[in-house]
T-cell receptor, first 111, second 108 residues
């Protein structure tokens, strides 16, 4: 039981490049979320999903896309990276009765 | 919309001193409240949730609906308690809303 996994751990992009951050969970959780963590701002919700095929926007969705084709996977896509997207990204999952379990994070730098 | 406020960015105490990390929230319904801890460069871990009313690593937190607060307390701080602490609220079945975090520094 690996819990919540994220890849890559680190990534450096140039402005305008696109990439996908991967997130997977093996706990059969229906809820999955993406957060970004910035100094002094805590964690802010980007997008979340309450089940396969269902996604919704969080607090800071602009510049990011998500999809949820399976229960296990919830990738986050950056369409055209900007320096303002330099951050640490955390994926989390939960069931209707459990708390959220977090992945180890992806540290992204956009030059 | 819901909001979580942690007024202190940094709290520095000496080992053995009492600790209180403040958390206030605003939400029109009955929220679930949590405290998460993040040790240096690690993932967030759940410390407490208000519905379980348990003590973890000597920490406790009581939900005060009148004051809309969920302060985290420990009577005697240890150096290994040094970390970032986040208060979070879950409104209904949605994802968590986090406060901005408080860094606890326990000095020897």
């Amino acid at each position: 039981n690996a819990g919540v996994t994220q890849t890559p751990k680190f990534q450096v992009l140039k402005t305008g490049q696109s990439m996908t951050l991967q997130c997977a969970q093996d706990m059969n959780h229906e809820y999955m979320s993406w957060y970004r963590q910035d100094p002094g701002m805590g964690l802010r919700l980007i997008h979340y999903s309450v089940g396969a095929g269902i996604t919704d926007q969080g607090e800071v969705p602009n510049g990011y896309n998500v999809s949820r084709s399976t229960t296990e996977d919830f990738p986050l896509r950056l369409l055209s990276a900007a320096p303002s997207q330099t951050s640490v990204y955390f994926c989390a999952s939960s069931s209707s009765t459990s708390t959220q379990y977090f992945g180890p994070g992806t540290r992204l730098t956009v030059l | 919309a819901q909001r979580v406020t942690q007024p202190e960015k940094l709290l520095s105490v000496f080992k053995g001193a009492p600790v209180e990390l403040k958390c206030n929230y605003s939400y029109s319904g009955s929220p679930e409240l949590f405290w998460y801890v993040q040790y240096s460069r690690q993932r967030l871990q759940l410390l407490l949730r208000h519905i379980s009313r348990e003590s973890i690593k000597g920490f406790t937190a009581d939900l005060n609906k009148g004051e809309t607060s969920f302060h985290l307390k420990k009577p005697f701080a240890q150096e290994e308690d040094s970390a970032m602490y986040y208060c979070a609220l879950r409104p209904g079945r949605r994802a968590l809303t986090f406060g901005s975090g408080t860094r606890l520094q326990v000095q020897p």
